[in-house]
């Protein structure tokens, strides 16, 4: 991997100059969203899109699509079927990815680059460059001395190019909490003492211990994720949760998925203290060596510093708007960001909201505001990337954007009926491939595909391509990446006659 670039330098290791690196980045962000080249087309023999539909770019030059990526996959939050994109995309394009030994990079500990197979030092000796880093780690950033202590190195960064595009993924913490808890009830030790999600939120405490195996699942899990501190546990008055109101808090613009212009507004009220987007020198925060770790400032400087990481964090609420937007900053065609989710649970809902408290009952709302309020750095994290998607939205146009996301499930839909079984997603007990079935954990069934007979051999290899789970695709292209090496036996020379 070649030296930093001055652009990734300023970003990762530049937090005095944190508020200019912000703006210039932003507007520099902003201003690529609007170049690229039109969406293009694949299976053709499928024709689904009438060749004179109108670009939904501008009549711009094409850029060249990005093709080094970094994807912190999050748990629970629809990153899976990311994942599959990035599977899919690197596998047609003869990408190289920087994979795991097994299945995850040393989770729940911090990222190392010595557990990505095949990684050589510097100076180790000659090392093809990664292309795409996306399967489950603990991120960590890079700090100045001054927190050395509480930041390890940035271990990405000598696995990675230093240009890369670094993206990720966040959920409601109130849907992501309903997830987790039937996912990982038999892992998490807090999970496993409560017998509902309902109980342990009605009295997370008795239930939850820091440091337990597995209760890292139990609370703040997208905050872990992203390999952020944590703030030291605080006396709270016995049964309250509830840091105390702001009495000015902000709002969070919420639209539903594929709505139109009319807009509902959440108050996040101090489930933590406001958390703004650092946007100018006044708001700017110099150094974070002084903050309290359980203070308002350190979440803020710690957003902040997520800002100047990540080129793009998707929401999971808002996930085809999410994957246009993706489209556009990675200058992919439409056809690179259609896809089939993957590791649903089955009752489960993909991009169902529950950001908005409309059609909840009275129970279900008081489950989501607990959840929020035990998860409040997640619901910080929330917030904070809720707001900077809309903003990249509104520069996107929403027009233009309801347009491009009613073709991606056009062409979503098309696709499962031309490739699945009965058009959707089947119950794993039916599924007799291997190939298709995915892992099943925790307490509700994982749902799978199964494939349609007759199909021509490139929509068979296209249409497997989107229906392979994710442990089944990480072996694929390990076994492309790594081939088995084959011993010959030695030849022996034949005795000369006497």
């Not at 039109?38 to 053709?44: A, D, N, S």
């Not at 489950?136 to 890369?164: A, G, I, T, Y």
């Not at 298709?436 to 199964?450: D, E, H, N």
Request: glycine share 8%; aromatic share 10%; with cysteine.
């Amino acid at each position: 991997m070649g030296p930093l670039s001055p652009a990734r330098t300023l970003r990762l290791w530049g937090p005095r100059s944190l508020g200019v690196a912000l703006g210039v980045f932003m507007t520099i962000g902003f201003a690529l969203q609007l170049l690229g080249g039109p969406f293009q087309r694949r299976l053709p023999g499928l024709q689904l899109r009438q060749p004179s539909a109108p670009s939904l770019r501008p009549a711009l030059p094409s850029c060249p699509p990005r093709q080094r990526l970094v994807f912190l996959k999050t748990h629970k939050s629809g990153s899976s079927s990311v994942l599959s994109l990035l599977h899919r995309y690197g596998d047609q394009h003869g990408l190289r990815f920087a994979l795991p030994a097994r299945y995850q990079f040393g989770y729940p500990k911090l990222f190392q680059a010595s557990r990505v197979k095949g990684y050589r030092p510097q100076g180790g000796g000659t090392q093809l460059p990664f292309h795409i880093l996306c399967h489950h780690m603990r991120f960590n950033l890079k700090e100045p001395s001054s927190l050395s202590s509480v930041f390890p190195p940035l271990q990405v960064l000598q696995v990675m190019p230093s240009d890369s595009f670094f993206f990720s993924i966040v959920r409601d913490p109130a849907a992501l909490a309903r997830s987790a808890f039937s996912y990982y009830k038999s892992t998490s030790s807090a999970f496993r003492k409560s017998p509902s999600l309902a109980a342990f939120l009605a009295n997370p405490r008795g239930f939850y211990r820091p440091g337990a195996r597995g209760d890292h699942y139990a609370r703040n899990l997208l905050w872990f994720d992203f390999g952020l501190p944590f703030p030291p546990e605080k006396r709270a008055k016995r049964g309250n949760i509830h840091p105390p109101r702001d009495p000015n808090p902000p709002q969070l613009q919420v639209l539903p998925s594929g709505a139109g212009p009319r807009a509902q507004t959440l108050n996040p009220n101090a489930l933590i203290h406001p958390v703004s987007t650092v946007t100018d020198h006044r708001s700017q925060i110099s150094s974070p060596a002084s903050f309290d770790l359980g203070s308002s400032s350190f979440i803020q400087w710690g957003l902040a510093w997520l800002d100047s990481v990540f080129d793009l964090v998707m929401v999971a609420e808002y996930f085809d708007e999410s994957l246009v937007l993706l489209a556009d900053a990675l200058c992919w065609g439409l056809d690179d960001v259609v896809g089939f989710m993957h590791n649903a649970q089955a009752g489960h809902k993909q991009g169902l909201s529950t950001v908005s408290n409309s059609g909840l009952t009275a129970e279900d709302r008081q489950l989501t505001a607990r959840a929020r309020a035990w998860n409040n750095l997640d619901w910080a994290l929330y917030v904070h990337f809720n707001r900077s998607l809309w903003a990249r939205i509104e520069k996107y146009g929403q027009g233009r954007l309801q347009t491009a996301v009613a073709e991606l499930r056009a062409r979503r839909e098309a696709l499962a009926k031309h490739c699945l079984v009965g058009g959707e997603a089947s119950d794993p007990k039916y599924i007799t491939d291997r190939r298709f079935r995915p892992f099943q954990f925790g307490s509700a069934k994982v749902l799978g595909y199964i494939l349609r007979s007759g199909l021509s051999p490139q929509d068979q290899e296209e249409c497997e391509r989107l229906a392979t789970p994710e442990l089944q695709y990480k072996d694929k292209l390990d076994a492309k990446q790594f081939p088995p090496t084959v011993s010959l036996p030695l030849k022996t020379s034949r005795p000369l006659s006497p």
